[in-house]
DNA sequence: CAGGGATATTTGCAAATGCATTTAAATCTG
DNA sequence: CAGATTTAAATGCATTTGCAAATATCCCTG
């Protein structure tokens, strides 16, 4: 159960080959480490959640919609990171719920904004203090200047991966 | 489509309330931010992915096996933050497709141990540039000293959030 | 060393997801 | 301004996923 020896390096190859995964290390990969504690945080959420009755995208759009009002669902998919198709069918469950509603765009009548109600605010603050109890465990031990530099270069590769101008 | 004013707050209720969502900002909640860049990450390899016939679960496999050797299924799953019941019947594709075999344990025949072939490994090499490749780009403009604190802090918070000893 | 509980994995099933397509409305172009 | 093209959202369908239960094996205790 241990990372095996970086294999040898072929002697037709030039210097600066791409360095393989196994040379940088599982823990020293960026994208490996992030998607471990993601998985770990939605996780701790999921039971809460299934008592609420909201699965992740559910949540993450109630999330986002306390934040942000009336988007357009293509919009809201962008920010909750969910096909189109999915928040459309996540919006017919929350909308059956009474926990937002959705409006024709007054100027464009192909596009509707999604509103949260009072309902669904209540749920997300029901929500809210596990979402900032799983936040501040992750951060535990780790100082202030610690978060705000890590939150920083969050947000800098944020706007290196958009591809959305939202 | 501004973020809302932070509400007003109760009379009733201590200073020392629990910030808001709306407070902190979205794009100050770490948790929102790595899931969003993780989303464009995952999504970014998706096509090359469906080339290969992967999955992501299937891509995490083969990732990981390509730096330990003969894992236990559960183990491997806490590595791919997948359900077992997921990455036992990714594995069952994977070895259809032989790119895993996998060994019942020599001292537990309950255990599974899961090795990866060399068309494994071949089919990792193929997509592995495009992994380093999206790395990269989430890293544009960002220095060194500072992707190493980046990566340091991740480090933390995963050993904070562990659930498992691996 | 037998029996109860724990552990590793697989399987059944319902729900969720992603892709491709459809429907409807807006915009562009000649 | 008619017809082609683009855009927004919803829907059909096959696949994937997660939970719970089943199966097989191991370990612990008396």
Do not use: C
């Not at 009336?70 to 059956?96: F, K, M």
């Not at 610690?146 to 939150?151: G, I, T």
């Amino acid at each position: 159960m241990t990372d095996r020896p970086p294999p040898d390096r072929p002697h037709d190859r030039p210097i600066a080959t791409l360095p393989r995964l196994g040379e940088i290390g599982l823990t020293n990969y960026a994208p490996y480490l992030m998607n471990r504690i993601m998985g770990r945080y939605n996780a701790s959420l999921r039971t809460e959640m299934a008592e609420l009755g909201l699965t992740t995208p559910k949540m993450r759009a109630l999330a986002v919609l306390s934040v942000i009002d009336g988007p357009l669902i293509r919009e809201l998919s962008v920010y909750i990171v969910a096909e189109q198709s999915t928040l459309s069918r996540a919006l017919d469950q929350l909308a059956a719920e009474g926990l937002i509603h959705r409006e024709t765009d007054p100027g464009d009548s192909r596009a509707t904004r999604v509103f949260i109600t009072d309902a669904g605010r209540a749920t997300f603050e029901t929500l809210w203090p596990r979402m900032a109890e799983a936040q501040a465990r992750m951060f535990r031990g780790i100082t202030d200047d610690e978060r705000r530099a890590f939150v920083g270069t969050l947000q800098k590769m944020l706007a290196n991966i958009r591809k959305h101008e939202i």
